[in-house]
């Protein structure tokens, strides 16, 4: 089921996504990676070690967006099937986090602050777990690490989670976050071995602009999509002109 309701592959859009959701990732993620690149021991700091152990922080982080995803399109399974209007809810509230998310990352309005607030109480259970891996000198470490920060409460992950909601269906759910989760991880390994001009770029204000204004679009579109007849007018064009 493709929970945008529009032909456009939903696996690319969430990657694309993930890609323009990285101005936010380095700001919100890109201290984090920093902090657990100094964690390893300076003895152990060479870039073969260092860049295998960022990369399975990151692989642990996007096994639990998927996670994250199967269980939140497993709850939109369950609330789907009860009624038709349910199901275009959760559409509807799919597009509307997807714009709430764009004004977050263009710094219009930081309404999803308020959304992000409601998973710190889990994060606070989380966070010790995290520190008592650290610090960090082998991969199975640095995997379990990135699976805690996973959950590090971020309104961007919560957007995506509200698609997932909307798709129905675990492994799709499952699916999309991973594609999401694959689409910031540019911007996350460049900032963990402190690539400076491209960071300069995804934070450039008119970059973020560029990005809200292409998830914007795209969420109208899909609202668009839902609106009754919408997916009629094409079709009753041509008996138009056979009058």
Known sequence: MDPTGLDLPPLLAAFVFGLLGGAHCIGMCGGIMSALSFAVPPSMRNPARLGGLLLGYNLGRIASYML??????????????????????????????????????????????????????????LEPIGRGLMPVVKLPQAIALGAVWGWLPCGLVYSMLAWSLAGGDPGRGAALMGAFGLGTLPALLVTGVAARQMSALIRHPATRRLAAVLIIAFAVWQLWQLWPGAHDMPASAPHSHAH
């Open 68 to 125: 994250a995803g199967a269980l939140a399109a497993s709850l939109g399974t369950l609330l789907g099937s009860a009624s038709n209007s349910l199901r275009l809810a959760l559409q509807v509230l799919a597009a509307v986090m997807l714009i709430l998310m764009a004004l977050y990352l263009a710094n219009w309005w930081r309404g999803l602050t308020h959304v992000e607030a409601l998973g710190r109480r889990l994060w606070r259970h």
